[in-house]
């Protein structure tokens, strides 16, 4: 009791240090109360101090018009919102129930998805087509992974071990997130989960005012979570808050500077990102999201989930790309496709085809643009407060990176030249 007497004690002096500090930046910067906590329960307190943090920062965010920095990372409960974002209201309601089905059939059934939004349409329609621009490109680096013959890894599993590393508990997935926080200088900016209900193998959302990032524990292995880290936090996220500084941070303003869609060149430079690091960065995922994309517009579900087993042999994983390419359809028997997932590989080679002409420092801090946007937004760019992530900032080892990835692919300037003149 002694014990829990002078820990009590401890936490409660703590607490009150942080409401002095709070009090003394409030009268700093000329506003006219302050904050007192006296309770008795130590719980009380505790509830009552984190209350108050997140009012001063709160304060402090939305005056300043910059996120401020805390000391750890944030936990604020799901969000309530009464439309979710497109990825969460494409999620099949009755998902699990037409999985076990599908399989049960022996991968012969065709799944009827049901969605919680009825009307999905309007959405859709914009990702009804799908694109064989850069086909070829995806013959060359899917031989990699075809376990029906003689290729480097034999199957995409076996590059998943080889090249990925062991799946990290979650102590260790939470300490890496915490390690890179700190090395792009934006600790208590973002809120975390992990998850096992993903599709994807993370996804950054704004929920309730705050930067969200939900990552895949499945995916989260020992050598790539970092690249993945930089795919949402040190591109998505830092060109997100540097997008919020700039003169066309609105729909309106993009729209009438009549700014090209951000898409390909946000999701190709963020894709980039996540293989920067690695010693063999292949380009497998893209590649293979883009060629079952092309191949679900003209197959069912079940053809198309015996039609990519060339390249890869586990059941659970064909489920999760064919899910994917899938993703809207409530007949899956129909020929069909969500070609969102096609914008990944789209992007990576626009920039590459481009990368010794592009200022990649500049294209961060100008936010959510197109690379070819950004000579004419270079004079209207607030660039004083802007930030880069850490990995940008030698300009010559970014470009070697962004070779040997070219080099890694079997891909060559001549052939995207060619295709993107």
């Known amino acids: 009791q002694i014990g829990q007497i002078k820990s009590s004690m401890v936490l409660k002096q703590n607490l009150n240090l942080k409401i002095f500090y709070i009090n003394y930046k409030l009268q700093r910067h000329n506003f006219n109360f302050s904050f007192h906590i006296f309770p008795l329960d130590i719980s009380v307190a505790s509830s009552a101090a984190f209350a108050v943090i997140n009012v001063y920062f709160l304060f402090f965010r939305s005056r300043a018009g910059v996120i401020r920095p805390a000391t750890s990372l944030p936990h604020i409960p799901k969000a309530s919102s009464a439309r979710p974002c497109l990825l969460v209201a494409l999620r099949p309601t009755n998902l699990q129930q037409e999985r076990e089905r599908f399989f049960q059939s022996e991968f012969t059934y065709e799944p009827q ?5 009825a009307e999905l349409s309007t959405v859709l329609d914009k990702y009804r087509e799908a694109s064989d621009l850069f086909l070829q490109q995806v013959t060359e680096i899917l031989p990699y992974f075809n376990f029906m013959r003689p290729g480097k890894y034999g199957s995409y599993e076996n590059f998943e071990e080889v090249t990925g590393g062991n799946v ?7 300490a890496a997130v915490r390690k890179y926080l700190q090395k792009e200088g934006c600790v208590g900016e973002v809120v975390v989960r992990l998850s096992d209900e ?18 895949n524990l499945s995916g989260a292995r020992q050598h790539w979570l970092e690249g993945m880290l930089r795919h949402e936090i040190g591109t998505h996220y830092l060109r997100g808050v540097n997008n ?4 066309w941070a609105s729909s309106e303003r993009r729209k009438a500077l009549g700014l090209k869609g951000a898409n390909p060149t946000e999701e190709g430079l963020a894709s980039l990102h996540s293989v920067l690091l690695r010693k063999q960065p292949h380009l497998w995922r893209a590649a293979l999201l883009y060629y079952t994309v092309h191949h679900a517009a003209a197959m069912s579900f079940s053809q198309l989930f015996h039609h990519i087993r060339r390249f890869v042999h586990s059941p659970d994983v064909r489920w999760e790309y064919c899910l994917r390419a899938k993703r809207g359809q409530t007949d899956t028997s129909r020929p069909g496709c969500f070609s969102k997932d096609q914008v990944y590989l789209d992007g990576i080679l626009r920039i590459l085809r481009h990368r010794r002409a592009i200022d ?6 100008l936010g959510k643009v197109s690379f070819e946007d950004m000579e004419r937004l270079r004079p209207l760019a607030t660039l004083s407060r802007t930030r880069i992530p850490h990995f940008m900032m030698d300009t010559d080892r970014y470009q070697a990176q962004l070779n040997h990835i070219l080099a890694s692919n079997e891909l060559s300037d001549a052939e995207l030249q060619r295709l993107l003149p």
């Open 198 to 215: 993903l599709l994807s193998q993370a996804v950054m959302v704004v929920e309730n005012c705050r930067p969200t990032l939900t990552i």
């Open 244 to 247: 919020s500084l700039q003169p």
């Open 360 to 365: 990649f420092q500049l294209l961060t801090a």
């Open 113 to 117: 998805f049901e969605y919680e939004e």
């Open 168 to 174: 990290l508990p979650k102590s260790q997935v939470w």
